[in-house]
């Protein structure tokens, strides 16, 4: 037996006549183990969730966005092989992003359109991994397509059950962003798109305001020209994506500002931190006190 633990049997074994000092011991003990024990468990829970809600809002955003102050990105085929070629960077990728309205038979709701090109997020992207019914694939149209037939949407679950829209159904989907008149005002524009999917990212808020369209679709709707919103870019590792950010914006100058996905989510993952921080004061409080008891014995 080492000397350690013949030092705590010894303590910790009572005589007979102490059997009541022994049974406060034990309860000490347990106390301490129990503390301990609910203070991992709980940070592990707490890690847990802030890593799923972490993987969930990265499922459907990108790690760093690019943008253009005060303007469109009309230029963005140059941008593409600039910010590709930047250490840690694994894809980049145009993307338009607009406030909707969409009109279905049983009501109206509105929305946020999201335009991607679809054979890049096929490739790169994380939202072929999120679609439950339907393709990817059935987005990719010709510019102009809406205006000669119907055009293509894909709904966010949630979204879909709200107005009663199935795959197969016409929605009408509004922009207040529409053409230009002759005198420089602009007039909302209106057009029919087919649902040919639904998708589920595991969060309601996205799920209940999304819908996707290709690019070439909503660069025509939004006219929009051959502009885009930004570009949207995935790294190698999240956790370098300010340093990339840097090195991106390095590269193309003043004209450009980006933001990467701590910023874009800093309320929720501090308010995550926060109250990990929390739990853990209170339970550490636990241990304290049930070390204490032991020290009085």
């Known amino acids: 037996?080492?000397?350690?633990?013949?030092?705590?049997?010894?303590?910790?074994?009572?005589?007979?006549?102490?059997?009541?000092?022994?049974l406060i011991t034990i309860i000490s003990l347990a106390g301490v183990a129990v503390g301990v024990a609910a203070l991992i468990v709980v940070l592990a829970v707490m890690s847990g969730v802030q890593e799923t809600w972490k993987e969930k809002i990265l499922g459907v955003n990108s790690h760093i966005v690019v943008?253009?102050?005060?303007q469109s990105l009309k230029d963005y085929k140059k941008i593409l092989p600039v910010v590709q070629e930047v250490k840690g960077v694994v894809s980049a990728e145009p993307f338009i992003y607009s406030q909707v309205m969409v009109s279905a038979t049983s009501g109206a709701s509105g929305a946020i359109l999201r335009a991607v090109d679809p054979v890049l997020a096929a490739k790169f992207g994380h939202l072929s991994r999120s679609i439950i019914s339907g393709r990817l694939a059935d987005l990719?149209?010709?510019?102009?397509?809406?205006?000669?037939?119907?055009?293509?949407?894909?709904f966010g679950q949630e979204l879909a059950r709200t107005l009663g829209v199935v795959p197969g159904d016409v929605v009408k989907v509004i922009s207040p962003l529409g053409r230009i008149t002759p005198l420089g005002g602009r007039v909302p524009q209106a057009g029919?798109?087919?649902?040919?999917?639904?998708?589920?990212?595991?969060?309601?808020?996205?799920?209940?305001?999304?819908?996707?369209?290709?690019l070439s679709q909503a660069q025509d709707f939004l006219s929009l020209g051959s502009g885009v919103t930004g570009i949207e870019v995935q790294v190698k590792d999240i956790y370098a994506?300010?340093?990339?950010?840097?090195?991106?914006?390095?590269?193309?100058?003043?004209?450009?500002?980006?933001?990467?996905?701590?910023?874009?989510?800093?309320?929720?993952?501090?308010?995550?931190?926060?109250?990990?921080?929390a739990m853990f004061i209170i339970l550490t409080l636990i241990v304290l006190v049930a070390?204490?008891?032991?020290?009085r014995l």
């Open 192 to 214: 029919d798109f087919k649902v040919v999917g639904l998708f589920k990212s595991g969060m309601y808020e996205y799920d209940s305001t999304l819908v996707y369209m290709s």
């Open 1 to 22: 037996m080492s000397f350690e633990i013949f030092i705590a049997w010894r303590y910790f074994k009572a005589k007979r006549k102490q059997a009541f000092i022994s």
């Open 140 to 154: 990719a149209a010709e510019p102009g397509t809406y205006r000669k037939k119907t055009g293509t949407i894909i």
């Open 291 to 295: 070390a204490f008891n032991m020290s």
């Open 241 to 277: 994506a300010n340093k990339v950010k840097k090195n991106i914006l390095s590269r193309l100058g003043e004209k450009y500002w980006a933001r990467d996905w701590m910023e874009m989510n800093r309320n929720l993952f501090w308010a995550l931190k926060l109250e990990k921080f």
């Open 67 to 70: 943008l253009r102050y005060g």
